[in-house]
């Protein structure tokens, strides 16, 4: 049971909360203990509402998960959780995430409730509208960066606003098309696929991608300005962005990409080109 219940609550997902340390990494703040852990609480937080609303959404959609070739091995549609159980573990996990929320600062508190609340209505209703669905979900990584910049209290650049918002929208518009490829010629449970069509999903993957690299480049170019360097580590971690998202796109392109986070989990390359960019720009923001 105890392994059912930990499967529900989908860690694998709880990588996409490491966006809160983003805005306190990129000011130069996580080499200072007390930003560090209350970052570290935030990513917690995020972790038990996240999983939290997994569960919810979950036992919403219990019974159309049930004719899905892959959700209905999930522990409540499988029926290996009961939805009595499972309505409880859920609720215990959003007040939990959202009580430790408020303990680190009443502002990150509201983000996280802002966060649950969406999710909610994307569960109950959002996700069955097209376009609405998208920018919904790209709007759930925007709060973990926030919510990062937020509990430690560091500004937050346009720049990185915005390149965190289309990049947001390029993974999720990936993960739209690729299981629009896995499903073709299938009935689908989610509804919105019979809505969008290659070419739509190709037009915004192009816009988003584009809009992506252009702000990330106007992001560094400011971080160089602002650090007053004359090391070139914030123009050089382009390269390595570039390129991930680059290969990315090609690997939504092979019909992958419906499952981002096991993307990123196998794809080897990707891996490096992440570790390399955390280098390059982490030593333009704590030794430049």
Known sequence: MIKALLNEARPKQWAKNVLVFAAPGAAGALDNWHFLWRCLATFVAFCLVSSGTYYWNDIHDVEADRNHPKKSQRPIAAGIISLRVAKAVATVLL?????????????????????????????????????????????????????????????????????????????????????????????????????????????????????????????????????GSSWPFYELSIIPMATALLRYALIIEQGHGAAPEEVFLADRWLQVLGVVWVVVFGLGVYIA
């Open 95 to 227: 007040a939990a995430g959202i009580a430790l929320a408020f303990v680190l600062g009443w502002k990150l508190g509201l983000v996280v409730i802002g966060y649950v609340t969406l999710t909610t209505l994307y569960s109950i209703a959002l996700k069955h509208v097209a376009v609405i669905d998208l920018v919904v979900v790209a709007s759930g990584f925007v709060l973990r960066a926030i919510a990062g910049a937020v509990v430690d209290d560091v500004p937050m650049s346009m720049w990185f606003v915005l390149c965190t918002s289309f990049g947001s929208l390029f993974i999720v518009t990936g993960k739209r098309y690729a299981e629009l490829r896995e499903m073709e010629g299938q009935t689908s449970t989610r509804l919105t696929l019979e809505d969008y069509t290659p070419r739509f999903l190709q037009m915004v993957l192009s816009v988003s991608i584009g809009a992506t690299l252009v702000t990330y480049c106007q992001w560094a170019f400011e971080g160089r300005e602002v650090s």
